[in-house]
């Protein structure tokens, strides 16, 4: 690993406007500072928790107190907690974060406007037509039922990551709507239509939502090293077919 998760371009492209998109591995994260003394505030979340808890929290608060350079005498600083329990720093000067983790993929996103990511591990998931009956559309619901899981996978991570972008959660599904073939959004209460970049591999789906366009830096690391991987996300668009 290097000496650093995230590079001082890192922090001079959210300074700038980006969005930084940086996915890791959760066990290269924890392998880079297994016993962090800059997380002391946080480590009554612990207490009491899962050993898969345990390592997902510890691997995201690693992350952000290395993107803000935290060290032994400036520690990560404190969070709020928003009604669904989206954390976010306290101070006015400091960036906007979403964080989202599945299997061994974590992923982080900051930016200087609010921003909603979601990531999920592809996987056979029984139930999923009832979930997208009970929560999406009729029409969202009906491209599932058509295309199946990873259609399901997709307009997911969309509404997890506009629902984070928001404030809400899951409770507040039913007020977004998402096109499933041109992934054209519309959430009340965003104050305009959210733009939504989807990053798909074999192992994952991710979304980011931003209220705004902007560019999007994207960093990936995992045991191999860290590479640039800024193509990796797109606009979905119809390419001429609706099958996913």
Known sequence: MPNRLFTDGDLAAVSSGSVLAAFFRISAVTA???DDHRLVHHAEELIGKSEKFRRERL????MLADFLRSTAGNPLPPFSFGRYGKPCFTGADMPFFS?????????????????????????????????ADRFFTENEAGYVRKYGQR????????????????????QDFSRITVD??????????????????????????AAIAVPVQSEVRSVIIDEAGRHDAVLKWRVPEAEGSDEP
């Open 32 to 34: 880079f500072s297994p």
């Open 151 to 170: 259609a399901f996978f997709r307009l997911w991570t969309v509404r997890e990551a506009v629902s984070k972008l928001t404030g809400g959660g899951i």
């Open 99 to 131: 964080i989202s983790h599945s299997g061994e993929h974590i992923l982080l996103t900051l930016s200087q406007k609010p921003v909603g990511a979601d990531v999920e591990a592809i996987r056979l998931r029984k139930g999923a037509q009832g979930v």
């Open 59 to 62: 691997a995201s608060r690693i």
């Open 180 to 205: 499933p073939v041109s992934f054209y959004v519309s959430a009340d209460g965003c104050g305009s239509h959210p733009l939504v970049l989807l990053c798909e591999t074999e192992e994952l789906t």
